[in-house]
Antibody, heavy 118, light 108 residues
Framework: QVQLVQSGAEVKKPGASVTVSCKAS????????IQWARQAPGQGPEWMGIVSPGGGATPAYKFRGRLTMTSDTSTTTVYMRLRDLTNEDTAVYYC????????????WGQGTQVNVSS | YELTQPPSVSVAPGQTATIPCGGD??????VHWYQQKSGQAPVLVVYDDRARPSGIPERFSGSNSDGSTATLTIARVEAGDEADYYCHVWDRSGGQSVFGGGTKMTVL
């Protein structure tokens, strides 16, 4: 079965960076993209960007210059790195599988809590 | 681009719940719907306006034909359907995915 397993919770100070990993299994890794979204408490998901299995990445406008997304086909793992963290970046971060940028998110990871606090 | 959902709906067990999602010319978009139970990741329940993923009960259905509002309908509501529901589209003009703010469905 399709599984996306994310790395564990993180606590960071303002100004730091965070990296979240997403290990994919149960499907042909090269056939699907991975999308990233985050969800602040009490709010809907917020799209962050998309990365293809070959490594091409498109961040949402809001995160350009601060977000890096990469893909490692040898380990079927995708990474999301967000720099220059502020308190407003406190959220649960999700990876999700999709066939394209304009497609549904058909399987989601379990989420990774990132807390930013001084 | 924004998607507007009512913050909450309440429905008695066995009744039908309708959750609207408003957006400019949403009828020209493909709308997807997710169910999110407390403390869990979202789960896709309807995609491309009205299709259901494998394993999702037929009680869940979608429509998107009136131009400005897409709707998720849950028939014969059960206690286990209590969750937050989110609509989602790809905004072609803006080149990004957009989610609604979510509707909390309470089963009375």
């Amino acid at each position: 079965q399709v599984q996306l397993v994310q790395s564990g919770a993180e606590v960071k100070k303002p100004g730091a960076s965070v990296t979240v990993s997403c290990k994919a299994s149960g499907y042909t890794f090269l056939s699907y993209n991975i999308q990233w979204a985050r969800q602040a408490p009490g709010q809907g998901p917020e799209w962050m960007g998309i990365v293809s299995p070959g490594g091409g990445a498109t961040p949402a406008y809001k995160f350009r210059g601060r977000l890096t997304m990469t893909s490692d086909t040898s380990t079927t793992t995708v990474y999301m790195r967000l720099r220059d963290l502020t308190n407003e970046d406190t959220a649960v971060y999700y990876c999700a599988r999709s066939s394209g940028a304009n497609s549904r998110f058909d399987h989601w990871g379990q989420g990774t809590q990132v807390n930013v606090s001084s | 681009y924004e998607l507007t959902q009512p913050p909450s709906v309440s429905v008695a067990p066995g009744q039908t719940a309708t959750i609207p999602c408003g957006g400019d010319n949403i009828g020209t978009q493909s709308v997807h719907w997710y169910q999110q139970k407390s403390g869990q990741a979202p789960v896709l329940v309807v995609y491309d306006d009205r299709a259901r993923p494998s394993g999702i009960p037929e009680r869940f259905s979608g429509s998107n034909s009136d131009g400005s509002t897409a709707t998720l309908t849950i028939a014969r509501v059960e206690a286990g359907d209590e969750a937050d529901y989110y609509c989602h589209v790809w905004d072609r003009s803006g080149g990004q995915s957009v989610f609604g703010g979510g509707t909390k469905m309470t089963v009375l």
